[in-house]
């Protein structure tokens, strides 16, 4: 009997301890997908990225290092194909050696990129990189300078053999956007991205209470989308083939399974600092929404006249054009958006998700990167992240969510960031890359599954939310304020010559450049 109780109390104080401990330390979960630590989950998956995902999902640094990564496409053999972009943005530090363009394979199926080409225009033969890049017809098509380049792909080797063929030249390079993203369709049809040289189209670039310039010049050879076909070498810049206007700045475009064409659009900034009698100081962080819009043959958008202001949820007419935050006018008529995000996010590279690989939610909708700007300080900032917007149609389908975080790090603004995201690509496996174009990172993420998998949804915070609390000093525009950027310099010569005289010769950006901001001058313009 005597042993009986002995072994009762045995087992009594080992349950106690037991539970003692497990008060104390933490379950250790089954699933560790979230990691920062670059350890190796209980699924294989290494997240030595450190971003912040949903449950079930991995990211990996496929390639690092690599140049100022803006846009890619992935290959149907899984070659990832990215443009970098040096020049003035970046503080005119020295480029790394060999071509713009980069092809990363993994040949060793460990999610990471152990083949780096180089391939395309270097800085000795006047190159600056670019942005735009896709695949059509077994042809890299690439911007460089102010062209599109198609580079021909041959069997037995990931980067062409030849010099590339120009498609189009003369497109403009003065200003705020001077970057030309595209997309090429199934008929060969060229979306290029021309975007604004200003601010708002006014008679002085960013001034405040400077006029709206009536009519707006600038509309003729920027502010909107063109088209031009792939399968045809040389052909000129020049307002005939304009597509759709009143776009400031289109650096997403995505096709949908239908061939629709969405884009996004880059808010104007300025409002309270160039018009403090008409908006208030938190309205500078609040106004106006980013914007996601279905595309459309002879649209107008309604830049720069129109901005769209979330919390009464539609288009309102811009103060250089005589509005005063209330009045419509003239945007009653122009085309609103199907989806808007905060202000200041600074949408850039978009991709749509038909791939099977990873949950049924996320597929037949867009990710889209968000750059981040400088305009929401000095409340918080925000983007910095991927999003996935559902779409249904040609139209949204419910809120949008934050997909993948923690690009920036600790500090989330234009000189703090330690990284931020530029482009996505889907790969034929259904792995999702995005590009980080400070410190050249290429990052993977796929989906694993298990026991966490669908938790840690994040909803993307509403267009109308308040601008938070004060946490930091006013910012301004890092690239400077290029006073002359609306006047047409250098885009009626592009337009008229062809881009003869610079198709072959990088053209100086120029901007006021203050110490420290360099390293960050591709900020706002993004």
């Known amino acids: 009997m005597r042993l009986f109780f002995r072994a009762v109390f045995v087992i009594f104080a080992s349950v106690v301890v037991v539970l003692f401990l497990s008060r104390i330390q933490p379950a250790r979960p089954s699933v560790r997908f979230a990691s920062s630590t670059g350890a190796v989950d209980d699924q ?77 225009e ?53 200003g ?32 405040a209470g400077s006029p709206g310039k009536n009519p707006c010049l600038e509309l003729e050879t920027r502010g909107g989308v063109w088209v031009y076909d792939a399968n045809k070498a040389n052909q000129a810049f020049s307002p005939a083939e304009r597509y759709a206007t009143g776009i400031r700045n ?32 938190d309205q500078e962080a609040t106004l106006p929404a980013e914007q996601l819009m279905l595309l459309k043959k002879g649209a107008d958008y309604g830049w720069p006249e129109c901005y769209y ?48 690989q990873f949950p049924a939610r996320y597929q037949k909708g867009v990710f889209i990167a968000f750059h981040g700007s400088f305009d929401r300080a000095p409340y918080p900032q925000g983007g910095y992240n991927v999003v996935f917007q559902p779409l249904a149609g040609d139209h949204a389908a419910g809120q949008c969510e934050i997909f993948a975080d923690g690009f920036a790090g600790a500090v989330k603004s234009p000189a703090g960031a330690a990284h931020r995201p530029s482009d ?68 009626g010569r592009l337009a008229l010559d062809a881009g003869r005289r610079q198709s072959r010769r990088p053209v100086p950006i120029h901007f006021e450049k203050r110490k420290g901001d360099c390293h960050a001058c591709r900020t706002h313009i993004a």
């Open 176 to 207: 705020d956007h001077p970057m030309h993203p595209f997309v090429i369709d199934s008929k060969g049809e060229i979306f290029v991205d021309v975007a604004s040289p200003s601010n708002a189209c006014q008679e002085k670039n960013r001034g």
């Open 122 to 174: 270097t800085p000795q033969s006047g190159g600056t990189g670019g942005n735009g890049i896709a695949l059509y017809k077994n042809a890299i098509y690439a911007e460089i300078n102010d062209r599109i380049v198609r580079y021909s792909l041959t069997s037995g080797s990931i980067v062409p053999n030849d010099a590339g063929v120009t498609v189009v030249s003369g497109l403009p390079l003065t």
């Open 309 to 356: 202001d979330p919390f009464v949820e539609k288009l309102v007419l811009a103060p250089e054009y005589g509005g005063d935050g209330k009045k419509v006018g003239v945007c009653a008529d122009k085309v609103v958006p199907i989806a808007v995000f905060p202000a200041h996010w600074a949408p850039n590279g978009m991709v749509r998700y038909d791939e099977k």
């Open 424 to 491: 996505l690509a889907v790969g034929p496996d259904g792995a999702l890359y995005v590009s980080d174009d400070l410190t050249g990172r290429i990052y993977r993420i796929v989906y694993r599954g298990g026991a966490g998998a669908g938790t840690n949804i994040t909803p993307c915070p509403s267009a109308a939310s308040p601008a938070g609390e004060i946490e930091g000093d006013n910012a301004n525009p890092p690239e400077g304020t290029h006073p002359n950027a609306g006047k047409p310099r250098g885009v």
């Open 44 to 120: 294989g998956c290494s997240n030595d990225a450190g971003l912040i995902l949903p449950g079930g999902f991995c990211a990996t640094v496929f390639a690092d290092g690599i140049g100022h990564a803006r846009d890619m496409v992935v290959a149907p053999n899984g070659v990832v194909y990215v443009n970098t972009w040096s020049s003035h943005y970046y503080g005119n530090k020295p480029p790394h050696d060999g071509g713009f363009l980069v092809a990363l394979q993994d040949r060793n199926s460990l999610g990471k990129a152990n083949v780096v080409e180089r391939f395309g």
């Open 250 to 281: 289109a650096e997403g475009m995505a096709f949908d399974a239908d061939g629709r064409l969405f884009v996004t659009q880059h808010g104007r900034d300025l409002l309270h600092a160039n018009w403090p009698n008409l908006y208030r100081p």
